[in-house]
T-cell receptor, first 117, second 111 residues
Framework: GAVVSQHPSRVICKSGTSVKIECRSL??????MFWYRQFPKKSLMLMAT?????????EQGVEKDKFLINHASLTLSTLTVTSAHPEDSSFYIC?????????????FGQGTRLTVV | SQQGEEDPQALSIQEGENATMNCSYK?????LQWYRQNSGRGLVHLIL?????REKHSGRLRVTLDTSKKSSSLLITASRAADTASYFC???????????FGTGTRLLVSP
């Protein structure tokens, strides 16, 4: 199956700093990628849809200036958590869409556990 | 985006028993998918069922879909300790993998 690679898998940062998470589709082109967030023992919540070459579409309640998304190529989307605070500590996971194929499984990265201290 | 509800929230069974999890959702869908997540790790795709399908099997897994009731169920037969994980349903109303996840069921299978 298709592979989506997410990096880093774990990161610890200090309050006030920014952290960048990368999501790469390794063997297919993904014009669309999705970013999800998961709090401990909770479900995944869609944060935003990352569109190659255009602005991301954010879900209601997600701060676009806080969570910067860049999708500069067909295989890479990045999520930058700016001015991180402890409440941003969470598990972030991306998925890539094979836009040309309807009704297929989503391909997820391994996830990034962010801890802000 | 509104989440679907999963029932039960937690399920504890013995090895060899069957486990059934239910998922209800709110909108019309193109497909519904089930995922497994082991303790804070990534997601493992289990099965996808399209809106025009009613039942699907994969190994020890059986998924049903009732679009009139907006509900789905996942049955794991002859469970094993290795099946211990959280299970999530996810609906796709566009067909292009933009998913809305259910609340999840935590399954514990004891040896």
């Amino acid at each position: 199956g298709a592979v989506v690679s997410q990096h880093p898998s774990r990161v610890i940062c200090k309050s006030g700093t920014s952290v960048k998470i990368e999501c790469r589709s390794l063997d297919f082109q993904a014009t669309t990628m999705f970013w999800y967030r998961q709090f401990p023992k909770k479900s995944l919540m869609l944060m935003a849809t990352s569109n190659e070459g255009s602005k991301a579409t954010y879900e209601q309640g997600v701060e676009k200036d806080k969570f910067l998304i860049n999708h500069a190529s067909l295989t890479l989307s990045t999520l930058t958590v700016t001015s991180a605070h402890p409440e941003d500590s969470s598990f972030y996971i991306c998925s890539a869409s094979r836009d040309t194929t309807l009704n297929t499984e989503a391909f997820f990265g391994q996830g990034t556990r962010l801890t802000v201290v | 985006s509104q989440q679907g509800e999963e029932d039960p929230q937690a399920l504890s069974i013995q090895e060899g028993e069957n486990a059934t999890m239910n998922c209800s959702y709110k909108t019309s869908i193109n497909n519904l998918q089930w995922y497994r997540q082991n303790s804070g790790r990534g997601l493992v795709h289990l099965i996808l069922i399209r809106s025009n399908e009613r039942e699907k099997h994969s190994g020890r897994l059986r998924v049903t879909l009732d679009t009139s009731k907006k509900s789905s169920s996942l049955l794991i037969t002859a469970s094993r300790a290795a099946d211990t994980a959280s299970y999530f349903c996810a609906t796709d109303d566009t067909g292009f993998q933009k998913l809305v996840f259910g609340t999840g069921t935590r399954l514990l299978v004891s040896p």
